[in-house]
């Protein structure tokens, strides 16, 4: 009886030993695609708890909930990370209008960028000037800026198709305009909204004055893709139409928050870890439910998906949802800063920060040696589509962990709808796709397992890599 249990025993540890990473990998989408846990934790961060702007009520309700999910997962430790963060408020929601002449007006749609100023009591109205770029206010000087409204209207290049590229060749009005403006004596600035499509959402964003004085600093406020080509077409037709606009936001002093933190421990290198997460706060316009309440949720089931598929990590699996990487990354900065003071080793780390859209592959951010090994995977994601895999960006929280040795990616969604609902009011949770989501938590899920199980040296078992 005796060696019959023996030799049962045996064929369990043989059985499991002969498990590919292909069949492993089977198993994570399977679980995730039939017993998800992502759009269930979305579902209630974003219709039960709404927009999670740093400092806000929002925020500490999503702390205290998210910690709360991750303790139910049995996880070795689940832990709040202090981290004081900007607290700046829209107040009343803002109103804008074009002045053709007194009397008669057109409503615009309009929202202050965060980190504006407000308007003086009872709004700013003024002439407006039109310009496609920062550079040209120093072309047209201070004597055809002064008293003026600057409108920034320079579009996002529509022929780009990795629409990343075409909000990078845009953002830097958005984020410096008030403050270049401010210096040739602008009263304030609107800002054609980031956003490929044509519609009325108007899309807030970070802003900065810099080292700028506070007299010399005027209210931004964007305007939606619609309004915008009305403005730019009035004003082509008679340039003495007039813009009014009130907004009362206000910057007020940073608060405490929290990063959210759990973890499994390694069973083999305890002190080797790797990070997956996502940016907890949100814009207070929408809900966040694709930036990035998504990618908190599948960083989340990352690790569920591990457990639940038998897998025990080798290595320490850290989830972390950071706070305020919208205004300030305090959270991304706080969690490298005392990962450094306390000597952690962390080897990988992936971050969800692009939408809840179809997973096409990965972003890394690497040597040519490790990206070369990383190839070898390729294969193993064909079979669920994943077949983009290239050196670039990683993401904005995990990018303070970069240091010579780390290995940084981030997921990549199909982007072409992602600005359609980026920091607008129409980013709700009825704009995510249950199944988009949940195969995007099973192939991050997949690339950590991967990186857990072979770390970031030599990519060894090459007759596992091919199955």
């Known amino acids: 009886m005796k060696q019959l249990i023996v030799l049962f025993c045996i064929l369990i540890s043989l059985n499991v030993s002969a498990q590919t990473d292909a069949d492993n990998l089977k198993k994570i989408y399977s679980n995730s695609l039939t017993n998800g846990k992502s759009y269930e934790w979305l579902d209630h961060l974003s219709n039960q708890i709404g927009s ?31 981290v004081m963060v900007p607290k700046w408020v829209r107040g009343a929601p803002e109103f804008a209008y074009i002045e053709t002449i007194p009397g008669k007006t057109t409503a615009v749609n309009i929202c202050a960028l965060g980190g504006s100023v407000a308007t003086p009591n009872g709004g700013v109205k003024a002439n407006v000037i039109e310009v496609k770029s920062i550079a040209e206010l120093e072309v047209l000087g201070k004597d055809k800026i002064e008293g003026k409204i600057v409108f920034y209207n320079r579009p996002m290049q529509a022929d780009l198709v990795n629409t990343f590229d075409a909000y990078g060749g845009c953002v830097d009005q958005r984020y410096a305009g008030a403050m270049e403006a401010g210096k040739y004596g602008a009263v304030g600035v609107i800002v054609r909204s ?23 600093r005027i209210p931004s406020a964007a305007i939606s893709t619609n309004h915008a080509e009305l403005l730019s077409g009035m004003l082509a037709l008679d340039n003495n139409i007039k813009l009014f606009f009130s ?54 089931d990352v690790l569920r998906l591990l457990k639940e598929s038998g897998i025990k990590p080798k ?24 990962a450094k003071a ?14 809840g859209f179809t997973p096409r592959g990965f972003s890394f951010d690497c040597n040519d040696a490790v990206f070369n090994k990383v190839m070898g995977w390729e294969s193993l994601f ?37 600005f359609d609902y980026h920091h607008a009011s129409n980013d709700t949770f009825d704009a995510v ?23 970031t040296g030599t990519i060894s078992n090459k007759n596992e890599l091919k199955d």
């Open 194 to 216: 980031m956003n490929l499509r044509m519609d009325d959402y108007p899309h807030t964003g970070s802003m900065s004055y810099g080292n700028l004085p506070n007299s010399q």
């Open 342 to 355: 306390k000597g952690e080793n962390h080897i990988f780390a992936l971050e969800s920060d692009s939408g």
């Open 52 to 82: 999670r702007l740093s400092g806000s009520l929002g925020a500490e309700r999503a702390v205290e909930y998210t910690k709360e999910e991750l303790e139910k997962l049995g996880l070795d430790k689940v832990w709040l990370q202090p």
């Open 382 to 418: 064909k079979p669920y589509l994943i077949h983009y895999f290239e050196k670039g960006h990683s993401g904005a929280d995990i990018g303070p962990l970069k240091n010579e040795s780390i290995v940084l990616a981030g997921l990549v969604p199909d982007s072409q709808r992602y």
């Open 315 to 338: 290595r320490s699996i850290r989830v972390v949802l950071f706070m305020n990487e919208e205004n300030g990354l305090r959270g991304g900065n706080k969690y490298a800063e005392e």
């Open 247 to 300: 907004q009362n936001c206000q910057q007020l002093k940073d608060v405490q928050s929290y990063n959210v933190i759990g973890q499994i421990t390694g069973s083999e290198f305890p002190n080797e870890f790797i990070v997956v997460g996502g940016h907890l706060d949100s814009w207070d316009l929408g809900d966040g439910s694709h930036d990035d309440g998504a990618g908190c949720v599948q960083s989340m």
């Open 433 to 455: 796709n249950k199944r988009e989501l949940e195969l995007g938590a099973a192939t991050m899920a997949s690339l950590v397992y991967l990186f857990d199980k072979y770390g």
